[in-house]
């Protein structure tokens, strides 16, 4: 299973990105997907998740407000919708996948993309 994520970049505080978690060669449909980042000498981090299934979503509370995760099934990608950045966003971060429930615990998940990068600055 090998996960893609895309999309950051430096964006000025206030600021929009949109990140993308992409699949070759199997469905995401099957699996929980979660984001999760790692600022600079900080652990790992949940900050949203989306089920298989019934699509169940949750989001730490941290970014509540201003991230929305979401699925587009034909293109076999799941996105996540940064708006109004702040600088204690940026991070590094990453898409994961597991056949379990929506939980933002990083032992959950098994399959990791290898991370995008998103700095936020004026």
């Known amino acids: 299973v090998q996960l893609q994520a895309s999309g950051g970049g430096l964006v000025q505080p206030g600021g929009s990105l949109r990140l993308s978690c992409a699949a070759s060669r199997f469905t995401l449909d099957i699996f929980t997907i979660a984001w999760f980042r790692q600022a600079p000498g900080k652990e790992r981090e949940g900050v949203s998740c989306i089920s298989s299934g019934d699509g169940t979503i949750n989001y730490a509370d941290s970014v509540k407000g201003r991230f929305t995760i979401s699925r587009d099934y034909a293109k076999n990608t799941v996105y996540l919708q940064i708006n109004g950045l702040k600088s204690e966003d940026t991070a590094v971060y990453f898409c994961?996948?597991?056949?379990?429930?929506?939980?933002?615990?990083?032992?959950?998940?098994?399959?990791w993309g290898q991370g995008t990068e998103v700095t936020v600055s004026s």
């Open positions: 994961a996948a597991n056949r379990g429930s929506c939980r933002l615990a990083r032992p959950n998940y098994v399959y």
